[in-house]
C-alpha cells in the first residue's frame, strides 16, 4: 500500500474508533451516572466500574467494526484479545480516568461527568495508538480463512 493510501486507511480506521469511542463515551456516562447518583457511589470507585463498561463494550465493537478485518477466527483468539485490549486499553483508561478524575473532580472540584468527558477526550489517542499497534496489530490472522492450500 502506497504512503497515502495507508494514510486513509489509518484515517478510516481513526474515525470509525472515534464512532466506538463515542457510543462508549455515552456507556461510560450512564454507567457512572448510575454508579454515582444512582446507587451512591463515590466518584472513584464508580468511575472505575464506569470505565470498565465501556472498555467491554468498546471492544467488542472495535472488533467487529474497527478492525473487522483483522477479527478473532476462533474464541480462544477472541479472549486472548480481549485480555490484551483489558491489560492495555483497559489499564490505559481505568488508571488515567482514576489520575485524572481525583485532578479534575477532586482537587479541582469540576462536576463528575464534565471532568469525565475532558479525561475520556485526553485518553483516546494513548488507546488507538495502543489498540492498532498492540491489541488489533497487523499479522493476526484474517477474519475469514480460506481454502487450505492445495
Do not use: C
Not at 478524575?101 to 489517542?125: D, K, V
Request: charged share 15%.
Amino acid at each position: 500500500m502506497s504512503p497515502p493510501a495507508t494514510r486513509r486507511g489509518l484515517l478510516r480506521r481513526w474515525l470509525k474508533f472515534n464512532l466506538v469511542g463515542a457510543m462508549g463515551v455515552v456507556v461510560q456516562l450512564a454507567a457512572l451516572a448510575v454508579f454515582v447518583s444512582g446507587l451512591g457511589l463515590h466518584y472513584l470507585p464508580g468511575t472505575a466500574l464506569a470505565v470498565e463498561a465501556a472498555v467491554l463494550h468498546n471492544f467488542l465493537w472495535h472488533e467487529r467494526f474497527t478492525w473487522k478485518d483483522r477479527a478473532s477466527i476462533s474464541r480462544g483468539q477472541a479472549l486472548r484479545r480481549l485480555a490484551r485490549f483489558n491489560l492495555s486499553t483497559g489499564a490505559i483508561s481505568v488508571g488515567g480516568n482514576l489520575l485524572l478524575m481525583r485532578l479534575l473532580a477532586g482537587a479541582l472540584g469540576i462536576q463528575y461527568l464534565a471532568a469525565n468527558l475532558a479525561t475520556i477526550a485526553l485518553l483516546s489517542l494513548a488507546n488507538f495508538a495502543v489498540s492498532h499497534l498492540f491489541v488489533f496489530r497487523d499479522g493476526q490472522p484474517p477474519a475469514k480463512a480460506g481454502p487450505p492450500p492445495a
